[in-house]
């Protein structure tokens, strides 16, 4: 789990990163304007990781190659975007195989010092549960 919260908080430091050279570069931007090109920026991002790593990773190159998912190289976009496919998914996916990705994640998280030695490992039990804590 503290692996997915990680990823999670990366991508919210990589928007307002983005977020504020924007800003720089455009000073007549209102926050609403720059909130949603950093957020399209960053979605990017994730999509270039999910389909140039990741699922090459999970499903292999004959299934990239089976079903069209590699992405372009070079400096050329897709405008494969069609704003009339339906991209509802069902009840049954919802509630099984998209979870797929969460049993994937790590019970932990391993941290290395960058100068080399000993890395330590945060798991789950690093954290107090205020849950069950007692008032007495």
Same mark, same amino acid.
């Given at each position: 789990m503290i692996a997915l919260v990680a990823v999670h908080l990366l991508f919210h430091r990589e928007h307002n990163r983005v977020a504020e050279e924007l800003a720089y570069l455009n000073s007549d931007w209102d926050d609403e304007k720059l909130f949603l090109e950093a957020r399209r920026i960053v979605i990017a991002e994730f999509q270039v990781i999910t389909y140039k790593e990741f699922l090459p990773a999970v499903i292999g190159h004959e299934s990239m190659e089976e079903f069209g998912l590699y992405l372009q190289e070079g400096l050329s976009y897709s405008y494969d975007y069609d704003h009339k496919v339906d991209v509802s998914i069902s009840n049954e996916f919802a509630s099984a195989a998209f979870r797929y990705g969460h049993s994937i994640v790590e019970g932990y998280l391993k941290s290395?010092?960058? @100068?080399?030695?000993?890395?330590?490992?945060?798991?789950?039990?690093?954290?107090?549960?205020? @849950?069950n804590s007692s008032t007495d």
């Amino acid at each position: 789990m503290i692996a997915l919260v990680a990823v999670h908080l990366l991508f919210h430091r990589e928007h307002n990163r983005v977020a504020e050279e924007l800003a720089y570069l455009n000073s007549d931007w209102d926050d609403e304007k720059l909130f949603l090109e950093a957020r399209r920026i960053v979605i990017a991002e994730f999509q270039v990781i999910t389909y140039k790593e990741f699922l090459p990773a999970v499903i292999g190159h004959e299934s990239m190659e089976e079903f069209g998912l590699y992405l372009q190289e070079g400096l050329s976009y897709s405008y494969d975007y069609d704003h009339k496919v339906d991209v509802s998914i069902s009840n049954e996916f919802a509630s099984a195989a998209f979870r797929y990705g969460h049993s994937i994640v790590e019970g932990y998280l391993k941290s290395t010092k960058s @100068t080399g030695g000993n890395s330590i490992m945060i798991d789950d039990d690093c954290w107090v549960d205020y @849950t069950n804590s007692s008032t007495d």
